[in-house]
């Protein structure tokens, strides 16, 4: 079974920073991987997704990540933070199984604080 | 094109009480999930509908809840009796094809068990 690590609960950057959010996943095959923003009272948005090609994927919102194999990472980046990207952001892994269903299991998120 | 509608989008109770909530995906939608998400959590999967068949429910805490898709669009989610850990937001996702990468969600039920 799949899982995902988001080492980090709550991080706290200044506007105009860049930005980090770290993921690691467990899954014995090469994953989808995706990230979703959870403003307060909202949905979760698909911020961008991996599935095969190249490794450094763009998003929404100036967002982007990238997919390292070798260490099992998928961490988003932004080089520099809006006060509106405050936010919750879940990395996600998923699969196919063999009845051809999706199955994605999230991280438990984190929590981006931005300051003045 | 209309996102993925939930209702309500509050929900207050005392412990043993029924509730229940409902989703609208979009249009043309053939898959549905339903996922908890309790406070400081990832959102958890509990039942996931291929038109009005049931795929997985495997995390679905049947004792006390239940879900239906009677014909295929719109999907209800039921809590009969609640329990204060159900305390949480109820997420209803939906995607093109049960193979589909890309699950879309609406903006959740909170339900608050007193």
């Known amino acids: 079974a799949q899982s995902v690590t988001q080492p980090d609960i709550h991080i706290t950057v200044s506007e105009g920073a860049s930005l980090e959010l770290r993921c690691n996943y467990s899954?014995?095959?090469?994953?989808?991987l995706f990230w979703y923003v959870q403003s307060p009272g909202q949905g979760l948005q698909l911020l961008l997704k991996?599935?095969?090609?190249?490794?450094l994927v763009q998003g929404i919102k100036g967002f982007e990540a990238e997919f390292k194999r070798s260490q099992s990472s998928f961490n988003l980046r932004k080089p520099s933070v809006h006060w509106s990207d405050a936010a919750e952001y879940f990395c996600?892994?998923?699969?196919?199984?063999?009845?051809?269903?999706?199955?994605?299991?999230f991280g438990i998120g984190t929590k981006l604080q931005v300051i003045p | 094109e209309a996102g993925v509608a939930q209702s309500p989008r509050y929900k207050i109770i005392e412990k043993r009480q029924s509730v229940a909530f409902w989703c609208n995906p979009i249009?043309?939608?053939?898959?549905l999930y339903w996922y908890q998400q309790i406070l400081g959590q990832g959102p958890k999967l509990l039942i996931q509908?291929?038109?009005?068949?049931?795929?997985?429910d495997s995390q679905l805490p049947k004792d006390r809840f239940s879900a239906e898709r009677l014909k295929g669009v719109d999907s209800t989610l039921k809590i009969q009796p609640a329990k204060l850990e159900d305390s949480a937001v109820y997420l209803c996702?939906?995607?093109?094809?049960?193979?589909?990468?890309?699950?879309?969600f609406g903006a959740g039920t909170r339900l608050s068990v007193l």
């Open positions: 996702a939906s995607s093109l094809d049960p193979g589909s990468n890309i699950q879309y």
């Open positions: 899954y014995g095959a090469t994953p989808y």
């Open positions: 991996y599935f095969s090609g190249d490794t």
């Open positions: 996600a892994v998923g699969a196919v199984d063999s009845g051809g269903y999706q199955k994605v299991t």
């Open positions: 249009s043309g939608h053939a898959t």
């Open positions: 509908f291929q038109n009005n068949g049931v795929v997985d």
